[in-house]
């Protein structure tokens, strides 16, 4: 298993989409941050200091932060097509035949190309938002931050970061089981935008006072939900754990059905 | 036979949607054997060692490498003893030939130098320092084959299955090929070759299975194959039937056969005694001919059922 995962970091390394995405994680912050101040001066310039205050507390280093681990925007909306791309690299050039042929079983390889994947995109999201909160302090301002404020900060990284898992298990599922590039991009990118736009829709409306707490439990499950909740309140430690547990199911489902269906999968 | 096997099938069987690529083949190849996979396209030769490589799941049937079978956890250890090139070659074009030598290390847990894998990528016919910088995308046909089979031999494997190895490959390849098969062959290593190409599984295989629609026709040694390849005198007469009766009875001929008015005789016969009987029997003879049959003659007769196995 310790083979396979070297050479999948070794090819994935050696692949150009390694360096393209980090060129993009590293400008892409630089450009959002940049864009956001030359709205913010030029509401300045047409509304006055007022507008710019109002506007600074919407849009800082932290909100730009947060954002950025979202699966509906900028970077985390290419993230799935970057993954399935490194993942069937390793099938078109037919070297997974060659870890077959040496007898490794396929689960091994599903959760080889899983780690490689999840590996992959925390590193890459990390550079992003760590580049997203540098530029966005620079250039937007620091956000005022209680105690409360830097703890929900921190549960949102690392539902962000975890959060990986789930598009990573998702492109191996559907990029091995059905080893079509075109159709596992396309399927993946559906799957994260119907559920980016779901969690975001829903935070924007399950925080009223007459909302049923139940309700408010269930809906924490949707992987991102807790994460989209970030741009409206402080997260709890009882949402994180929450959060954390739709990951781990949202993981878990594309992970061993993947498994499953690469397992019974002829290989050309 | 006192080796021991390295690659049985039994009644193996691949079916897709009902259609049999490979039918109930049970066959048996030896250590040390080279052994050639001969058949039409479509004939099952491919899926079959895809089967062998574990890379497609069998519909029914067994097989087992080296004396273990393919349903035993065992299994497992004997695949490290595999290399195998199957149609396209799997090499990574974005990576240069050095960097995939390396993946494929690291995917079989081998320590290499780079000056032991330049070395092995000299060995397979291709120059280390001329292609350093290329990617091998860049390459052409046979120098991904050359590549394909300096990863295959990175493990140092014990059986090897070579698909249609010398596709793509120029004169000097195919010589090339030839010596290295026959090299390793001789340190012992076991060969499983399909090709299309039938003079040069003769001048390489010791053993010959013909495949036709999924079915093993018949397994030969190569010098069974030598026997059944056999000189022919051909003779064009206008009463062939009457005059092959003749020759039959005269000769004592074993086999013949008659095709409108062609005798054709199957045995190391002089071909001036023949013609010297026709002349004093007064028979006319239009035209006679000696010839050798080919491997690629007996083939096609062996798809077309005219020979018994």
Redesign the interface.
């Known amino acids: 298993m310790i083979?396979?995962l070297?050479?999948d970091f070794?090819?994935l390394l050696?692949?150009?989409i390694t360096l393209v995405s980090l060129i993009i994680a590293l400008v892409l912050p630089l450009v959002m941050a940049g864009l956001y101040a030359a709205l913010r001066a030029f509401l300045t310039e047409i509304g006055g200091e007022d507008s710019a205050e109002v506007f600074g507390a919407i849009m800082n280093g932290g909100t730009l932060m947060l954002s950025s681990f979202s699966l509906t925007n900028n970077l985390g909306l290419v993230l799935p097509v970057f993954l399935v791309i490194g993942i069937m690299?390793d099938v078109s050039?037919?070297?997974i035949?060659?870890?077959?042929?040496?007898?490794?079983?396929r689960h091994q390889i599903f959760a080889s190309h899983f780690l490689t994947a999840f590996v992959y995109a925390f590193v890459i999201m990390s550079v992003y938002a760590a580049f997203s909160a540098l530029w966005g302090i620079v250039l937007l301002g620091a956000p005022e931050l209680t105690s409360e404020g830097q703890l929900s900060y921190l549960y949102y990284y690392v539902l962000g970061l975890l959060g990986l898992a789930m598009v990573a298990a998702l492109a191996s599922c559907l990029s091995l089981s059905t080893l079509n590039s075109a159709g596992s991009i396309i399927i993946s990118l559906a799957i994260c935008i119907v559920i980016g736009f779901l969690a975001s829709i829903l935070s924007s409306f399950l925080n009223g006072p007459d909302i049923a707490e139940y309700a408010k439990h269930i809906v924490r499950f949707i992987p991102s939900y807790v994460n989209s909740y970030a741009s409206v309140g402080n997260i709890t430690t009882i949402m994180f754990l929450e959060g954390l547990g739709g990951i781990l199911i949202f993981t878990a489902i594309p992970y061993f059905l993947g498994t499953y269906l690469f397992s019974?999968r002829?290989?050309? | 036979m006192d080796k021991n096997p390295v690659f049985q099938t039994f009644s193996l069987t691949k079916s897709y949607k009902g259609f049999k690529a490979v039918d109930a083949v049970s066959m048996n190849i030896y250590e040390g054997d080279v052994y050639g996979f001969v058949g039409e396209n479509g004939a099952g030769k491919t899926t079959l060692i895809?089967l062998a490589?574990?890379?497609?799941?069998e519909t029914s049937g067994e097989y087992a490498l080296f004396g273990v079978l393919n349903t035993s956890k065992e299994?497992?250890?004997?695949?490290?003893k595999?290399?195998?090139i199957?149609?396209?070659?799997?090499?990574?074009?974005?990576?240069s030939a050095l960097?995939n030598l390396?993946?494929?290390a690291?995917?079989?847990?081998i320590e290499k130098s780079d000056e032991e894998l330049n070395k092995l990528i000299d060995e397979v016919g291709l120059d280390h320092k001329a292609i350093e910088k290329k990617k091998a995308g860049s390459f052409s046909l046979g120098m991904r084959q050359r590549l394909g089979l300096a990863?295959a031999l990175l493990?140092d494997p014990k059986f090897i299955l070579l698909d249609e190895p010398m596709n793509g490959l120029d004169p000097q390849g195919f010589v090339d090929m030839r010596e290295t098969i026959l090299r390793l062959n001789k340190l012992g290593v076991t060969f499983l070759i399909s090709s299309h190409i039938l003079s040069e599984l003769d001048k390489i295989c010791t053993r010959v299975g013909f495949l036709s629609h999924g079915k093993l026709l018949t397994e030969l040694s190569i010098d069974e194959l030598h026997d059944k390849t056999r000189r022919k005198i051909s003779i064009r007469v206008k009463d062939a039937d009457d005059v092959s009766e003749k020759l039959v009875k005269n000769f004592d001929i074993k086999e013949s056969k008659v095709e409108g008015e062609n005798i054709i005789i199957y045995d190391a016969l002089d071909i001036n005694e023949v013609m010297a009987f026709l002349v004093s029997k007064k028979i006319k003879v239009e035209g006679i001919s000696s010839s050798e049959e080919t491997i690629e003659d007996f083939y096609r007769e062996l798809m077309n059922g005219e020979v018994k196995q």
Request: aromatic letters at 4%; proline letters at 0%; glycine letters at 8%.
């Open positions: 083979n396979l070297k050479a070794f090819r050696k692949h150009k690299s050039s037919g070297t035949r060659n870890k077959i042929i040496l007898g490794y079983k019974k002829d290989l050309k | 895809r490589c574990g890379l497609i799941h299994i497992v250890n004997e695949q490290k595999l290399a195998a199957v149609e396209s070659v799997a090499v990574n074009r974005g990576m960097d390396r993946l494929q690291k995917i079989a847990g990863i493990s």
